[in-house]
């Protein structure tokens, strides 16, 4: 069966039609496409619906949906796919449809994980911001503490809640918890287009959210609760680029499978990772493929000229306006180096984690350029850690990121802990 999207493509957000509310919720299974199982994730909540391809590095994929009693239509525009399912209980069982090709799909609902208190901190909804930006987020406060230690969480690819809320998981929120329990304050925020923060306009590139994530430091700062010299950004993905970018804001850094090369080597690499986990060829000849459109992002300045040249490739057809979007072309031609070499000339302190399974953000490629910069970084390899920090029983489980009942592996997070503790 055809793949369902081209591996190159980029992460969208879009609202569709209502769905009725017993159908409301995260769901999650797996296409059986023969050389490979493809899970996917369907979100629909009272906006509309999207759906996540992990697999193949894509989320937010626009949606309709249209209900007729026990029974619900998905349309996915972009891939040229649909899906027709009955519900019964907490599944939805029907038939996925893409290119004139059918495999039976069954969806089950993820249960809402439950608070388990007790807190040792408390919360406090905060809205902070710069020029015409205001963004909403909550500030974790343990409870009888002064001067302490404090970090920024600055969230991945992609419109973002404070919690970086995905495929059913809540990474953030299961941070800042333990990071509270443990009195280490903490500050995540919706992004913008999100929650309470101002719309987005589109045309924001991952610079423009490096000064969210300034004005977020600035905040914590002006809180005299707050150690300034005990302050850092734990980043993830993208996230740990603008921590990387940002560094002179703050006393440390904590990148989570943070980009540390060039983004043009970054989606190579991972456009690389994700074919062989998913069972798709790659070869010499598909390396050069994917090479010349990351080239020609990275270096054609004509944004009408390049739709043209990407154009010229059949399988990018319906992707060419994600791929030449002001935050795609931006990303690609990133370099964090200047700012990790500036960071290991510093000695500033510095702690980069990376699961060894992690297909979007190769360990080898990242944290091999870290060492080479900051070789006082204190470097954390984890062995069967996907992307998301998740432990993996199997590597072909690696991308089944709604699939693992893992929100974020507390191992990581008691390094985190130590680090900070131990500045």
Not at 196 to 220: C, H
Not at 226 to 245: F, M, N, Q, V
Not at 258 to 271: E, F, R, S
Not at 324 to 344: E, H, I
């Amino acid at each position: 069966m055809k793949k369902i999207a081209t591996l190159l493509i980029a992460a969208l957000w879009g609202i569709a039609a209502w769905a009725a509310a017993d159908m409301l919720g995260t769901w999650t299974g797996s296409l059986d496409a023969g050389v490979a199982r493809i899970p996917l994730v369907l979100h629909l909540d009272s906006t509309g619906c999207s759906l996540d391809s992990p697999a193949q590095g894509a989320s937010g994929i626009p949606c309709t949906s249209q209900v007729d009693g026990n029974n619900i239509d998905i349309g996915i525009p972009s891939i040229g796919a649909s899906y027709r399912g009955t519900i019964a209980g907490d599944s939805l069982k029907g038939t996925f449809t893409q290119g004139g090709h059918s495999l039976a799909l069954t969806l089950t609902r993820k249960a809402e994980k439950k608070d388990t208190g007790p807190h040792n901190y408390r919360e406090e909804q905060v809205t902070f911001g710069h020029g015409n930006v205001t963004l909403a987020g909550t500030l974790t406060l343990p409870k009888g503490g002064s001067c302490v230690p404090a970090v920024v969480l600055v969230t991945g690819s992609g419109p973002q809640d404070r919690d970086e809320t995905i495929m059913g998981h809540k990474p953030f929120k299961a941070i800042a918890d333990s990071l509270g329990n443990h009195g280490i304050a903490v500050l995540r925020y919706d992004d913008r287009g999100v929650g309470g923060s101002s719309m987005a306009t589109g045309y924001e590139t991952t610079r423009d959210f490096a000064l969210d994530a300034t004005a977020a430091v600035r905040y914590l700062l002006k809180r005299q609760e707050i150690d300034p010299k005990r302050t850092g950004y734990i980043g993830h993905s993208e996230g740990g680029s603008i921590a990387i970018l940002n560094h002179a804001d703050v006393a440390f850094v904590i990148t989570l499978a943070a980009p540390a090369v060039k983004g043009k080597d970054l989606m190579i690499k991972q456009n690389e990772m994700i074919a062989k986990a998913t069972g798709n060829m790659w070869n010499a000849r598909l390396a050069g493929r994917v090479d010349s459109v990351f080239t020609l992002i990275d270096t054609c300045r004509d944004q009408a000229l390049l739709k043209t040249k990407l154009g010229r490739f059949p399988e990018l057809k319906t992707q060419v306006g994600a791929l030449t979007s002001p935050w795609y072309r931006a990303f690609v031609q990133l370099d964090p180096t200047p700012s990790l070499k500036a960071m290991g000339k510093s000695r500033q302190p510095m702690m980069a984690c990376n699961g060894e399974w992690d297909d979007q953000v190769n360990c080898d490629q990242n944290l091999g350029a870290i060492a080479r910069w900051v070789p006082c970084a204190a470097i954390k390899r984890y062995p069967q850690l996907n992307h998301l920090f998740q432990h993996c029983d199997s590597r072909d489980q690696a991308l089944d990121y709604g699939g693992n009942s893992e929100d974020f592996n507390p191992q990581v997070i008691a390094d985190i802990v130590a680090f900070i503790k131990g500045l």
